[in-house]
């Protein structure tokens, strides 16, 4: 295919916006106001819903990751056919995939490393599970869907099956020396404690991996559970995105990439709780289960639906431009909620008071004081977006 100007998706880039925004508003830190008004079930909400479940579940802000990875896949056959017009060959795209890889694993460990005394080699970050799989989906992206369905299913099942054949730990284990709280209360018993915090085999990996590198203090736990070996999984969680991706670029009617998304969506949702209550398979965002791939794959799909309707059917870009700007910079979004949120949280109360976001009540400060953070991060991506300036790896 020939084409004078490169294809983007202007649904993508609102949908990545919105789990950007999602993240960058983690400085409202909604659990401070209903932490001070606890019988205000809104708050709560809100609150529930920009933290993470502590293990197995899922809240909105649990689907910020695999929404983003989800979207790398989208965005991969567009990316593809744009390299194919400007005439470069293979080996060329695929050593660009690899080097791009690179930068996201370590831009992920630059990341995580922040305020720490030494390079924090870890690499369950977003940007790192990312980078870890990506040179393999780009080589997939010129497999026809029936190798693409075959690795998404190797993928997932050999994760499964790895898992399931680690040994349980035993009766006597001591979950307190690997960061698990005496009276944590979310350990599994029977076959699904294959899956419990920090028992498991990629905790059991990360205990030997992580310790080759040079750390301030050996490493035994990650106190969140989350693991380096979670980049399989979101990989499969990328080639989902593929998926849509391939069906986005057909030249099916449009209304008939809607129903199949509409489809893959549902279809996701309740695999993904039928493995969880059957006992099967948990459903750990934190992990990445192959039942949280199927089930957060669901939400994606359903997601990319409603933005692909509103945004590229019902041509609704203008209520979309505020995510937008978010989306097609979003690395620097990115970068900017690790670094200088706190440069301009300090500013604001430098020129403005310590107390100025009291003025609704000191039950309210976070989200005014947040917002403000929010609003001039946004506008630093608007003014880059104007300027035509855009991190790109």
Known sequence: MQQNQPIRL???????????????????????????????????????????????????????????????????PYSILNRKAKGEIFSTMVGHAAWRSLILIFLGVFLRSQGAKMTNFTFEDTLSQIGLGYTFLFILGFQSFRIQLLAFILLILGYWLAFALYPLPPT???????KVAKDWGHLDSGFAAHWNKNSNLAW???????????RENPFIANSGGYATLSFIPTLATMILGLFAGKILISEK?????????????????????????????????????????????????????????VIDLKQKQKWGYWLMIIGMNSIAAYVFAHTIDGYISKALHTHLGENYDTILGVQYRTPIHGGLILLFEWLILNWMYKKKIFIRI
């Open 10 to 76: 202007q649904s993508a880039d609102v949908y990545r916006g919105f789990v950007m925004l999602l993240m960058m508003a983690e400085v409202l830190q909604f659990h401070s106001v209903s932490e001070a008004l606890p019988k205000s079930g809104f708050w709560q909400f809100l609150a529930f819903n920009q933290d993470h479940v502590e293990w197995v579940g899922c809240s909105l802000h649990d689907l910020i990751q695999p929404s983003f990875s989800f979207l790398v896949g989208v965005v991969l």
């Open 172 to 178: 006597d284990f001591n979950y307190e020396a690997v």
């Open 253 to 309: 009617p449009a209304n008939q990439k809607l129903r199949t998304f509409l489809l893959y969506g549902i279809v996701g949702l309740l695999l993904g709780l039928l493995l969880n209550y059957s006992g099967i398979c948990p459903n750990v965002k934190r992990i990445w289960t192959p039942t949280w791939v199927i089930f957060s794959g669901g939400w994606c799909f359903l997601l990319m639906a409603l933005f692909y309707y």
């Open 204 to 214: 059991a990996f990360d205990t030997w991996f992580l310790n080759l590198f040079p």
